[in-house]
């Protein structure tokens, strides 16, 4: 039964436990294995494990190679999510050995998480440490612009502690290295404020989970938030710095075709965490990439990117770096590990191959998006209204969202809330409500629930995926497959508590 189950796993306390039957190692020892060719040690308490194996088959296998020879407590310390039976049983079948006993050493270093900022409690937490929570979605879509103390948070890494006072951000390319502080950024170039979604890569995860288990966070829909950035513009800035690329972009004569972003934020071997983008689109006088130091009309949070972050409106949230301190002119894409082994457009038939993974084309702007927060009853119970969000990356608009209560043989055309701007250059969300006879929706239910779905079409006539499986891939990104939600019969809402509709901006 389920509680024999739960007695079987592995406990924290026996990872890494002497085994007497197994022979002893130096570090010394240990260290000198630290390649595919030598075989690839690392130890845990007092525990050493070759990882070999396990390395060539992971996407993250470079990652990890950043323990080899040595102790990987540091690492574990650092993303909390490998705490858990799974992975400590998958360590424990590669053990090998133990550490001599005078050598054994319980890592015991300070909790890198220690100064990281308070946080909402309404959050959806899915890891603790690096901090990883969404939106819920009955809080999601009530305002066009998402409270800062509500935009969901992905951090990859402890957040550092910067002072504005103390900040400086380096720029460098052309064989020229300039630095400013952000009272210098102010005055360099023109400052723009902007809405615009942020939207992680993963959003919406869950739903791959359904058709096959992937690698990740099982992010619901809450993983997006549409706020307001001020900053100033990027492009006059490299305008400012280096006065002949403006030219050579132009005339696609330029010898750099894309702009890293490297942060403050470093894991255990010294690594930041760091991103690129095309330099078409940092120059493009109409692609709004900000040095943004604001977030709605305050001074940017935290865990948003204080006192400095890249916006990259249109694109993934992987490529608008928080805490900035160094921007770079590049020939070639980033090498760091976010760009080149992760959030990259994976095929439902992609394998855990490192070297496919690698050359796989790395994601840059969003595809269309739609997804239903809330439904509830209106006008004495005789009106379902449905409410949700829908986004297209690249500065496309939203042309239409579609609802169904009939699984997709009929749709509906809801209203829409947007904010107006120029073609190309809607970066910010729409926000729509549905409202339909609550006799036509009733008439579908199934066992005391209504499945009704939602579909975005964008202004280049984009849509979405009939389904999650035609998308799905072994990390569980870019999902923008139609959404769907069972809606409770007798309370007309998605998780059987009646919603009373208020606190919505209305059209």
């Known amino acids: 039964d389920d509680d024999d189950d739960e007695d079987d796993l592995i406990k924290n306390e026996d990872v890494g436990k002497i085994d007497p039957e197994l022979p002893?190692?130096?570090?010394?020892q240990i260290v000198q294995h630290k390649s595919i060719e030598k075989g690839i040690w690392v130890y845990y308490r007092n525990g050493v494990y070759d990882v070999t194996v396990f390395v060539e088959a992971h996407p993250g296998g470079e990652k990890i190679l950043e323990a080899a020879g040595s102790d990987i407590a540091p690492f574990w310390r650092l993303y909390a999510q490998h705490q858990v039976p799974f992975v400590w049983e998958t360590l424990?079948?590669?053990?090998?050995?133990?550490?001599?006993?005078?050598e054994a050493e319980l890592a015991v270093g300070s909790d890198p998480f220690a100064n990281d900022p308070h946080r909402d409690d309404r959050f959806v937490t899915h890891v603790e440490k690096p901090f990883n929570a969404e939106t819920h979605p009955s809080l999601l879509a009530n305002t066009y612009i998402t409270p800062n103390n509500l935009h969901y948070i992905r951090n990859h890494l402890p957040v550092p502690n910067i002072h504005e006072d103390h900040f400086t951000l380096t720029i460098s390319g052309d064989g020229a290295v300039h630095m400013f502080t952000i009272d210098e950024l102010k005055k360099i170039g023109r400052t723009r404020t902007i809405h615009a979604v942020m939207q992680c890569a993963g959003n919406r995860r869950k739903d791959m989970n359904n058709v096959a288990i992937v690698k990740g966070t099982p992010w619901n829909i809450g993983a997006i938030g549409n706020a307001t950035y001020k900053g100033v513009l990027l492009s006059d800035v490299i305008k400012h710095c280096f006065s002949n690329i403006v030219q050579e972009v132009e005339d696609d004569n330029c010898g750099y075709h894309h702009v890293e972003f490297e942060g403050h934020d470093v894991g255990p071997s010294g690594e930041p965490y760091k991103a690129s983008v095309p330099i078409t689109?940092?120059?493009?006088?109409m692609g709004d990439v900000l040095l943004a130091w604001e977030m709605n009309g305050e001074p940017l949070p935290r865990d948003h990117?204080?006192?400095?972050?890249?916006i990259i409106p249109g694109h993934i949230g992987a490529r608008s770096v928080k805490w900035l301190r160094t921007i770079r002119l590049l020939e070639c894409e980033s090498d760091g590990f976010f760009q080149q082994h992760d959030y990259k457009l994976l095929s439902p038939s992609t394998t855990p191959n490192k070297e496919v993974i690698h050359a796989s084309t790395s994601m840059q702007e969003s595809g269309v998006q739609s997804a239903i927060c809330r439904t509830w009853c209106e006008n004495n119970s005789t009106t379902i209204a449905i409410r949700g969000y829908a986004f297209s990356g690249g500065g496309r608009t939203i042309d239409r969202v579609e609802v169904s209560c009939d699984n997709g043989e009929n749709w509906e055309k809801a209203s829409l809330i947007s904010n107006s701007t120029s073609f190309g250059r809607q970066w910010g969300w729409s926000l729509f409500t549905a409202r339909l006879p609550r006799e036509q929706v009733m008439k579908h239910a199934t066992k005391g629930k209504v499945k009704i779905m939602c579909r975005a079409v964008d202004d280049a006539g984009n849509t979405q995926p009939s389904e999650a499986k035609d998308v799905w891939n072994l990390r569980g990104l870019a999902n923008n497959s139609m959404h769907f939600v069972h809606m409770d019969e007798k309370t007309a809402s998605i998780n059987g508590v009646a919603d009373n509709g208020e606190n919505n901006d209305e059209e």
Not at 24 to 28: A, D, L, R, V
Not at 281 to 285: E, F, G, H, I, S
Request: overall charge positive; proline content about 7%; aromatic content about 12%.
């Open 24 to 28: 002893f190692y130096s570090k010394s």
């Open 92 to 102: 424990e079948a590669m053990r090998i050995g133990n550490i001599r006993r005078s």
């Open 281 to 285: 689109k940092v120059m493009d006088p």
């Open 305 to 310: 990117g204080y006192p400095l972050r890249a």
